[in-house]
Antibody, heavy 113, light 108 residues
Framework: QVQLVQSGSELKKPGASVKVSCKAS????????MNWVRQAPGQGLEWMGW????????TYAQGFTGRFVFSLDTSVSTAYLQISSLKAEDTAVYYC??????WGQGTLVTVSS | SYELTQPPSVSVSPGQTARITCSGD??????PYWYQQKSGQAPVLVIY???KRPSGIPERFSGSSSGTMATLTISGAQVEDEADYYC???????????FGGGTKLTVL
């Protein structure tokens, strides 16, 4: 069965960087795009963008350009989300998702001094 | 930018029918999808491509669309259906995904 397993929770200081991983199994990784979704505490789902797992070409949603980078390592069927220059407002659960049906378990990133 | 609009909350008594709406200009051309999210859990797909139900989702969940509005209907809502529900679709180009703001369903 399809599984998306994400890396564990992270606690970072403002200004630091974080890299979240999403390891896929149960399907051909390069056949489906990988999406990233953010959910701030008590807030709704916010689509961050997607990466073409065949070409590596990313598409970023409005508001997620500059500090956010999607990348891949197709040799290990893993997608990555890197966020640089972290701010307190980046505190959220970050999900990878093979829309529509398959989601990772979420990774909580907490940014606090 | 494109938006999908949902009511913030819907409340029903157990056994009643709950209807959650989602409006968006591109919905006549782009399929809506619906997720259920319970506290502390990842979203679960309950309806895809407007009205199809994934395996394992109870028959009381159904979806429909008319024009720019999609509706998730829970017929005979149960206490365990209490959750946040999100619609999602794409903009007219198909390149950008949009989530509705979410609807908190209370069943009591």
């Amino acid at each position: 069965q399809v599984q998306l397993v994400q890396s564990g929770s992270e606690l970072k200081k403002p200004g630091a960087s974080v890299k979240v991983s999403c390891k896929a199994s149960g399907y051909t990784f390069t056949s489906y795009a990988m999406n990233w979704v953010r959910q701030a505490p008590g807030q709704g789902l916010e689509w961050m963008g997607w990466i073409n797992t065949n070409t590596g070409n990313p598409t970023y949603a409005q508001g997620f350009t500059g500090r956010f980078v999607f990348s891949l390592d197709t040799s290990v069927s893993t997608a990555y989300l890197q966020i640089s220059s972290l701010k307190a407002e980046d505190t959220a659960v970050y999900y990878c998702a093979r829309l529509a049906a398959d989601w990772g378990q979420g990774t909580l990133v907490t940014v606090s001094s | 930018s494109y938006e999908l609009t949902q009511p913030p909350s819907v409340s029903v008594s157990p056994g009643q029918t709950a209807r959650i709406t989602c409006s968006g200009d591109a919905l006549p051309k782009k399929y809506p999808y619906w997720y259920q999210q319970k506290s502390g859990q990842a979203p679960v797909l309950v309806i895809y491509e407007d009205s199809k139900r994934p395996s394992g989702i109870p028959e009381r969940f159904s979806g429909s669309s008319s024009g720019t509005m999609a509706t998730l209907t829970i017929s005979g809502a149960q206490v365990e259906d209490e959750a946040d529900y999100y619609c999602y679709s794409t903009d007219s180009s198909g390149n950008h995904v949009v989530f509705g703001g979410g609807t908190k369903l209370t069943v009591l």
